[in-house]
């Protein structure tokens, strides 16, 4: 089955510098990698994603990249801020003509240093 | 829409008794997915159904978990007998695929229900 590995475990960055968020993954079919943000007490609720016919993908002011070859996508939040504090967790799956389970790495805590 | 609702929010119990958690997808959605949460484990996949068949429960821990869902807007996942180990957060999602090949698979999760068993 699918092995995804998160990195780091905690991130501290200042507000308004960039944070970056790395996963691997290890079934090559998999073809669909979303992120997911976690407040305290909260659900998981979706941020981005990316699918393997992209490379990139930008919204505002986070972007996701994905590297096939490799199989590793990251997560890339500019000009932090304090409402960025939370767990994010990245994913993967494939799906082709139906959906599949996620296999989630173990989660990243961002803090924002004001 | 209201999203997908789960119910109780909270259930403390006692070793040994039973547990039934409640799942409402959102309307139109084919696919629902169970996961649970736990500090130790991270997010796991439990189950999953397509039009409210199982289709994977590979991930359901052991003989004492069973999930049904007999009709496309409930979903039930019960626990019996449960034990401590079982404490956890349990969440519901669902999603709507088109059945192309680049079919979306965005997954919205419902608040969860807090399991404690003591």
Partial sequence: GENVEQHPSTLSVQEGDSAVIKCTYSDSASNYFPWYKQELGKRPQLIIDIRSNVGEKKDQRIAVTLNKTAKHFSLHITETQPEDSAVYFCAASYSGGGADGLTFGKGTHLIIQP | DAGVIQSPRHEVTEMGQEVTLRCKPISGHDYLFWYRQTMMRGLELLIYFNNNVPIDDSGMPEDRFSAKMPNASFSTLKIQPSEPR????????????????????????????????L
């Fill in chain 2, 86 to 117: 079982d404490s956890a957060v349990y969440f519901c999602a669902s999603s709507f695929t088109s059945g192309g090949s680049l079919s979306y698979n965005e997954q919205f999760f419902g608040p969860g229900t807090r399991l404690t068993v």
